[in-house]
């Protein structure tokens, strides 16, 4: 039997894999997002949280048995933690408690979030802290736990005639058993760096994402960023599409919604990050 050129075509489509949207199937989010409200009204911000379809939950150490009893009253599924940034230098001995009671709560990530930025440097201020973090990863996963460390936009400063910046300085001296990153794609575009480059870079590194937008600036090393810049997931200069995709093949397992900053009440901007998420395809 004679083929003709359309049972041909049809033939040739069926043989080729059809690629399906992918969609990101569970996020959660940043708690610290909901910190003007959260204290006040714990269930019930929660449950709206849940409402608008968040699964996960990233918990702060400062206000976590504020808000525990709450969270466990919902379906929000708490992954990681984030510990004051003196259990690593100066209050020490608060650490393995810390530890030991976010293991026992079912946590799988407790995090380093911020170096204030009268304790940092350059190259040798980041060695000190790798170093810091090594430690601090082996009693993590002495406890059952992964360390991850949180990036902010100082760290992506270059670093004068190596063609490296402080993060890849960072990730260099630190093991990969032991601290992973917890990368924040909103303060690597203010500091230049668009996000799907790191990601790249640091395949197999990135557990855990904070997936947040900001608006156009000229790069800039430090947190002074207006109000205003601050986005909800779905609007200002990042595309989510190719950094979804960039994630997942970097082998990222936790995605949390971030907004330092929002017009009015928190609970409209997570939803409206939400919102975009739940249609999203990439």
Same mark, same amino acid.
């Given at each position: ?10 033939? +040739? ?17 940043? &708690?610290?997002? &909901? ?29 976590? /048995?504020?808000?525990?009893? /709450? ?6 599924? #708490? *992954?990681?933690?984030? *510990? ?6 100066? =209050? ?7 530890? =030991? ?15 204030? #930025? ?10 000190? @802290? ?11 996963? +002495? ?14 400063? #270059? ?6 910046? @402080? *993060? ?16 924040? *794609? ?45 986005? /909800? ?10 950094? @979804? ?23 409209? +901007? ?13």
């Amino acid at each position: 039997m004679q083929m003709t050129r359309r049972s041909l075509l049809a033939t +040739s489509a069926a043989l080729v894999p059809t690629l399906e949207a992918k969609k990101l199937k569970t996020f959660g989010a940043q &708690l610290y997002t &909901l910190r003007s409200i959260i204290d006040q009204k714990p269930l019930e911000t929660l449950q709206a949280l849940e409402a608008q379809g968040y699964t996960e939950a990233e918990v702060i150490r400062g206000n976590m /048995s504020k808000v525990w009893d /709450s969270l466990k009253q919902t379906k929000l599924k #708490p *992954i990681s933690l984030h *510990i004051d940034t003196s259990y690593f230098f100066k =209050d020490i001995d608060k650490l393995n408690p810390t530890l =030991d009671d976010a293991k026992a709560k079912g946590i799988k990530y407790v995090v380093c979030p911020y170096i204030a #930025p009268a304790d940092r440097g350059g190259v040798e201020v980041i060695k000190k @802290l790798a170093d810091t973090l090594n430690k601090t990863g082996e009693r993590a996963k +002495s406890a059952g736990l992964m360390l991850c460390y949180h990036n902010h936009a100082f760290e992506f400063e #270059p670093v004068a005639g190596t063609g490296d910046r @402080l *993060i890849d300085v960072l990730m260099k001296n630190t093991d990969p058993k032991l601290v992973g990153l917890e990368f924040d *794609i909103m303060w690597s575009q203010v500091g230049g760096v668009p996000p799907v480059e790191v990601f790249e870079k640091y395949n197999g590194r990135i557990p855990l994402v904070h997936l947040k937008n900001v608006t156009k600036m000229a790069p800039q090393y430090n947190e002074r960023v207006p109000r205003e810049a601050f986005q /909800s997931v779905g609007t200002g200069v990042i595309d989510m599409v190719p950094v @979804l995709k960039a994630a997942a093949a970097a082998g990222a397992k936790h995605y949390f919604v971030e907004q330092d900053q929002t017009p009015g009440n928190p609970l409209d +901007s997570l939803k409206q990050s939400a919102d975009y998420l739940k249609k999203l395809t990439y």
